[in-house]
């Protein structure tokens, strides 16, 4: 059975890299981790670095006041993005045809914070808390009514593959004829609770992260949103395999031997219909702790062996978990789309240069690479849950014009 | 895409065998609104992390599925409030700058159902979670519909639940505060009898059933009736006998 086509038609994003595709493109290639900043607010007594927004961020419509929450004006600046694309769509299909699935690990807890905070010390909750703010299906709640869509508007949330994962349900509600486009991605904020739940678990670094190195001590958090309008439009970057597994492991820990990731891996090229050797780029999950690092390098090297160029980019956005997923699809998608004369861009590896011996061997972006491309181009992106939630993506654009 | 409904199992106080909810359905009445149910289904090591949703999620999923398809089926789980109890108390911590437990916190994702159902099951196959408002019961329904076109030929095993808010959040909530679960098997129908969900703009409220919309439509599956229509936010999602 041929597969509905699946067009990434628009993408719109924020993260410490910019506010824009071309921002963020300039400085990913670049390998410019400077958005990376120092906070001593977020952990109690701890000064980390954070890949943290510091763009401002528009204001919530008034009419749509009970959501205004940081994670929802993230979100919304990427909307803002693909605004005209979005309206075109709602014009050409109508309203209820227009589906929102996206995804989040925080939703707006970083309000729900201070609205605790403010009860700790009045008794009352902060007056402008309301719980759509802190629901997860208040995130795509919030943007089917900030368009004016009817179409199903749901939230998935399991862990650090959502963003990944919400890609995937977009694609085949489009290919189920349930919707003609669907608003999909992902937005995760910056929150005490996240700061603090992995600094309980000792998965924070003390420095920023530096994946598949020796010296790597753990994650540095990040937020951001990507948006994408996904279409059963031919041409453009394409959504063209889903990867997903679980692994029957532990609530808070991969399987040491990656079994589930290599399920993710070898899924989503079976779905696409292609071979290992097809894929020219990976986008790992590469987290940066001592768990992930080991078991991602053997799941790769097992499906791709040791050539495939492959690059962790949370060193340069850091690690926005529900987000992640779709923040690192939109860099997949940015270096599809810059494909100049056969030459894929790259997004660099960034690390302190000390590779891990114990890992096993795969190939790490240098600065300022490419890779060759043929008139098909394929890449594939890693996103791997806590709870082992395994989601893995492959996008794809054919013949340059 | 048509689906058949071949297997299900629901929980909530008092109401724990397919004889009990099948007269429940006939004469309706209120659900109580404590208890959980017995988990000596579940490893005692699982056990004694489960949270009251977890517990009731579990559950229904073990009661619905045959063994040998418990290790096997991918699934949905579905919940409007997830674990935000317990982020409650972690919320607490943060704002008074104290410590987090990292079993609780591991345990507060919204896929920690989902996560243990893997764990407890053995299960290695796709799992997705998710929460939709007051819509979470249909979108669940086009979730599982969204896992079906990804692979036709393997069913979907979807589960949907909740426990009542606690008093720091409830008065935000106005919806039936009672814990429940429920639980079905879908696979594609290809020719044989099925539902057919189909969407459409919804232009009016919709009067809410006292209860869990994912239990009004296991009354509506009961009754024979040909169609229910859900939807408490502007879609309307119609589910047909086919």
């Known amino acids: 059975m041929t597969r509905t086509p699946c067009s990434l038609a628009a993408l719109g994003q924020v993260n410490a890299l910019g506010k824009s595709n071309a921002e963020v493109a300039k400085n990913l290639f670049a390998g410019d981790g400077s958005g990376l900043v120092r906070r001593d607010d977020l952990v109690p007594g701890r000064s980390l670095f954070f890949g943290e927004v510091r763009d401002p961020l528009p204001e919530i419509p008034a009419r749509l006041a009970r959501f205004d929450c940081r994670n ?118 910056l929150c005490g609770l996240t700061a603090n739940g992995f600094h309980s678990l000792g998965a924070l670094s003390e420095a920023i992260t530096n994946p598949c190195s020796r010296n790597r001590d753990g994650l540095t ?74 078991m991602e390098c053997a799941a790769v090297a097992r499906v791709f062996g040791r050539e495939l160029p492959c690059s962790s980019t949370k060193a340069l956005v850091g690690h926005a978990l529900g987000a992640a997923g779709a923040i690192e699809a939109a860099f997949c998608w940015l270096a599809l789309r810059e494909i100049r004369d056969g030459a894929l861009p790259l997004p660099p590896h960034v690390f302190d240069g000390e590779r891990d011996p114990e890992l096993a061997e795969i190939s790490l972006v240098p600065g300022s690479a490419s890779a060759r491309v043929g008139a098909r181009a394929r890449v594939m992106t890693n996103s791997f849950g806590f709870g082992g939630s395994n989601c893995t993506l492959v996008l794809g654009t054919d013949a340059r014009p | 895409m048509k689906v058949s409904l071949s297997r299900w199992a629901a929980w909530a106080p008092g109401l724990e065998t397919t004889e009990a909810w099948a007269a429940w359905a006939n004469a309706p009445a209120a659900i109580g609104a404590e208890g959980v149910p017995d988990a000596s289904f579940l490893p005692a090591m699982l056990r004694r992390r489960c949270t ?75 799992s997705s979670s998710l929460s939709a408002q007051e819509d979470t019961w249909p979108c669940a329904f086009v979730e599982a519909l969204s896992m079906l076109e990804r692979d036709r030929d393997a069913p979907v095993l979807l589960v949907v639940g909740d426990v009542p808010l606690a008093e720091t959040f409830a008065p935000l909530v106005d919806e039936p505060a009672v814990p429940y679960a429920f639980a079905c098997r879908l696979a594609a129908a290809g020719s044989g009898p099925g539902i057919e969900l189909s969407l459409a703009e919804s232009t009016r409220p919709r009067a809410r059933p006292p209860w869990p919309h994912a239990l009004e439509f296991l009354r509506w599956w009961l009754s024979g009736a040909p169609e229910l229509v859900q939807g408490a936010r502007s879609t309307s999602f119609r589910f047909a006998r086919a």
């Not at chain 1, 403010?118 to 919030?142: M, P």
């Not at chain 1, 989503?268 to 894929?279: F, K, N, S, T």
């Not at chain 2, 599925?65 to 972690?90: K, W």
């Open chain 2, 52 to 126: 009251p949703l977890t517990r009731t999620m579990l559950a229904a999923a073990f009661r619905c599925l045959e063994a040998e398809e418990l290790p096997r089926l991918r699934s949905v789980f579905a919940s409007r409030h997830g674990s935000i109890n317990e982020s409650i108390g972690l919320l607490g911590n943060v704002a008074r700058g104290e410590k987090l437990s990292p079993a609780v916190f591991s345990h507060t994702v919204h896929n920690a159902q989902a996560a243990l159902f893997s764990i407890a099951a053995g299960n290695t196959a796709a």
């Open chain 1, 221 to 294: 958090l990040g937020e951001g949103a990507a948006l994408f309008l996904v279409t059963r439009d031919p041409g453009g970057v394409q959504l063209l395999g889903v990867g997903e597994s679980s692994e029957a492991h532990h609530i808070s820990a991969p399987d040491p031997e990656g079994r589930g990731a290599e399920a993710a891996m070898r899924g989503a090229l079976a779905d696409a219909g292609l071979a290992p050797a097809e894929i020219a780029y990976l986008n790992l999950h590469g987290t940066g702790t001592p768990q992930n690092d080991p």
């Open chain 1, 72 to 189: 929802n004006r993230l979100a919304l600046a990427a909307l803002e993005q693909i605004g005209a694309e979005v309206e075109a769509a709602l014009a050409a299909f109508g309203r209820a045809r227009i589906g929102v699935v996206v995804g989040t690990s925080t939703s707006g807890v970083s309000d729900a914070e201070q609205a605790i905070a403010e009860r700790e010390r009045t008794g009352r909750l902060a007056r402008k808390f309301d719980y759509a703010q802190l629901e997860f299906g208040g995130l795509a709640g919030f943007l089917a009514e900030c368009v004016g869509a009817r179409g199903p508007a749901y939230t998935l949330s399991t862990a650090c593959s959502s963003g990944a994962r919400a890609l995937a349900s977009a694609r085949s509600l489009v290919a189920l004829g349930l919707c003609d486009a669907v608003i999909s991605g992902a937005s995760d904020s």
